[in-house]
């Protein structure tokens, strides 16, 4: 008999509100063991604009961050449920930064569906991850 304890793994996911999203943290979620912890990462990089051609504007994130809280209620309930501890991570970075930044054993991101161009077909921030993780990344399919 083997006193060999499963190490607890570290698994982010990105959150951004679209359905890809959604089934990637549903993947995140079953995919975990008890004792895992699923972090959902979102983030809102504000588009900078040349001087010559910029306006007053502010930096509002407060759409990025309800929906990573409301992703964090949708699937709480199921993932105590199973042992699983449920974070939320939010920064004001680039997304594809905001999910390799993180220290974690696997990265899970939803393919966007769309289009005929690699890029699009995966989306960029999947693309981007998947390139340079130097853990495993997971491109949950949008069908």
Same mark, same amino acid.
């Given at each position: 008999?083997?006193?060999?304890?499963?190490?607890?793994?570290?698994?982010?996911?990105?959150?951004?509100?679209?359905?890809?999203?959604?089934?990637?943290?549903?993947?995140?979620?079953?995919?975990?063991?008890?004792?895992?912890?699923?972090?959902?990462?979102?983030?809102w990089?504000?588009?900078? !604009?040349?001087?010559?051609?910029?306006v007053?504007?502010?930096?509002?994130d407060?759409?990025?961050?309800?929906?990573?809280d409301?992703?964090?209620?949708?699937?709480?309930?199921?993932?105590?449920?199973r042992?699983?501890? !449920?974070?939320?991570?939010?920064e004001?970075?680039?997304?594809?930064?905001?999910?390799?930044?993180?220290?974690?054993?696997?990265? !899970? !991101?939803?393919?966007?569906?769309?289009?005929?161009v690699?890029?699009?077909?995966?989306g960029?921030?999947?693309?981007?991850?998947?390139?340079?993780?130097?853990?495993?990344?997971?491109?949950?399919?949008a069908?």
């Amino acid at each position: 008999m083997s006193n060999h304890t499963p190490q607890k793994r570290q698994i982010i996911v990105g959150v951004d509100g679209s359905p890809n999203s959604e089934k990637a943290v549903d993947w995140a979620v079953a995919y975990a063991h008890a004792g895992d912890t699923v972090t959902l990462v979102s983030s809102w990089s504000p588009v900078i !604009v040349p001087a010559e051609m910029a306006v007053s504007y502010t930096f509002d994130d407060t759409g990025a961050r309800t929906i990573l809280d409301t992703e964090h209620k949708r699937i709480a309930k199921a993932a105590t449920a199973r042992d699983i501890t !449920v974070n939320t991570h939010f920064e004001n970075n680039d997304p594809r930064n905001a999910l390799l930044g993180l220290k974690s054993d696997l990265i !899970v !991101v939803g393919a966007r569906g769309h289009g005929a161009v690699m890029g699009l077909l995966l989306g960029s921030v999947a693309d981007y991850v998947s390139r340079h993780a130097t853990v495993p990344v997971v491109i949950v399919p949008a069908n």
